[in-house]
């Protein structure tokens, strides 16, 4: 299972930025997929989650409105589109697979990509 994700950066206050992740390794149709970001001195949290066929049924409350998360089953990948960034929104972002059997556990992570908010 590889996980590898891109896009990140630095960006400025109410910019956007574009998260992409390539999957292999797996049949990545058959899989819950999420991002989460972790931010210095805090814990790890979920951005958003996405099912197999692609709705989301996950978005953090402090994204909503702003971040949405998608997938292309054809390309084995999962993005999250972040619109009007806010420098709380500076983090490592970490796209994850979802256990099969149990969608709310995460058994495999990327290596992450940073982002950072700041004018």
């Known amino acids: 299972v590889q996980l590898v994700e891109s896009g990140g950066g630095l960006v400025q206050p109410g910019g956007s930025l574009r998260l992409s992740c390539a999957a292999s390794g797996f049949t990545f149709s058959d899989y819950f997929m999420s991002w989460y970001r972790q931010a210095p001195g805090k814990e790890r949290e979920l951005v958003a989650r996405?099912?197999?066929?692609?709705?989301?049924?996950y978005s953090a409350d402090s994204v909503k409105g702003r971040f949405t998360i998608s997938r292309d089953n054809a390309k084995n990948t999962v993005s999250l589109q972040m619109n009007n960034l806010k420098p709380e929104d500076t983090a490592m972002y970490y796209c994850?697979?979802?256990?099969?059997?149990?969608?709310?556990?995460?058994?495999?992570w990327g290596q992450g990509t940073q982002v950072t908010v700041s004018s």
């Open positions: 994850a697979r979802s256990d099969r059997w149990a969608p709310h556990v995460t058994d495999y």
């Open positions: 996405v099912t197999r066929p692609g709705v989301t049924i």
